[in-house]
């Protein structure tokens, strides 16, 4: 019972933070999974793909998470958690947000969470590559898919299967 009242603490906070989006508490999620629950960076790196490739939010690997710790219901607390909190805040200050029109305060609002919520989805985005730029192979994959979605209009999703697919034949053959 003690952990899923961690979970559910752990996770509603998260939920408040993410500010810009669940991107914003990656590096944080990753931290206290790491920390409490010896969720490895690796295993981080493959729920978030999951995450991100299935239809639907990708924070939903919160899911994932919360079955590995403590099972259905871990899913179903983490899930709770993470997803009630801000959704009723966003409610909330949306509603406010219609009330106050456009106002200097709420421009002035707007200019100050820009740059916060862009630095935490940064944070998050480095929590996420630190994991997953293991070696030389990850690092390679890593630029050229990078270079590929920069400079054509093939969608993203095909080149990232495709990159995932060239990494684990490489895994398979013994290079890392």
Known sequence: MTILIHLALTFGMLSLLAVGGGTAVLHEMQEVLQARYQI???MFVHVYSVG??????????????????????????????????????????GRLWNRIGDTPWRRAVQNALEPISIGLMCSGVYAVARAALSGPLSIGLAVVTFGIILRTRINPVYVILVAGGVGAGFKALGYH
């Open 52 to 93: 991100q490739l299935a239809p639907g939010p990708n924070m939903t690997m919160v899911l994932i998470f919360g079955y590995q710790i403590m099972g259905a219901m871990g899913a179903l607390i983490t899930g709770v958690a993470f997803f009630l909190p801000s959704s009723i805040l966003c409610f909330a200050i």
């Open 40 to 42: 490895t960076s690796e």
